[in-house]
């Protein structure tokens, strides 16, 4: 609407000024965006949780964070969270803080970093649902709190593991 309202009073403008394109361009973009204008809900990506599962099989908790800490720096992955809690609907933002902080003392925890993702992905993603049944969350509102939690570990890889790159190349190793 505000596009709208902005493009009408810009031809307004050109018209006292006699700009009788600008007028015509102005008045024609602003009854475009008022028809076409963006829907102020958020475009969402159908998820399919069954077939993230399935994508995740074969590799180890581990490696994904590891592949987070390598790929996206710090910057970035706080942008990152940012931008996924605010994707959450409002009424779940502050379960996600609370659910976030159950699972980061996992970060110290060897034998659940080394299991596989896809279980990983599903243990999270159980609890998640349940954590925030109250709120009725969608696959795609669970999906971003798992992205939340895994770029969350990768952040406090670097404050609470200095060995965490070391243990890694040990067990690509042997």
Partial sequence: MK?????LSLAL???LFDWNWTTGVF???GIGSLIFGHNKKKKTRKINIHELTRQYQGTKFRELVQ???DEIDA???HESIQGH???LPEKLR???ADFIDRWLPKVLDDDFLEQDTALVFSKVIHDARAFTHDCDPSDEDLFH???ILLMSFALNVGIHRTDFGESLGENKDG
Wanted: with cysteine.
């Fill in 67 to 69: 592949h987070n800490i």
């Fill in 27 to 29: 008045g024609l973009v």
């Fill in 3 to 7: 596009g709208f309202f902005g493009c």
């Fill in 13 to 15: 403008i050109a018209y």
């Fill in 85 to 87: 809690v605010d994707w």
């Fill in 94 to 96: 502050p379960l996600t």
């Fill in 145 to 147: 709190i798992f992205n």
């Fill in 75 to 77: 910057l970035t992955r």
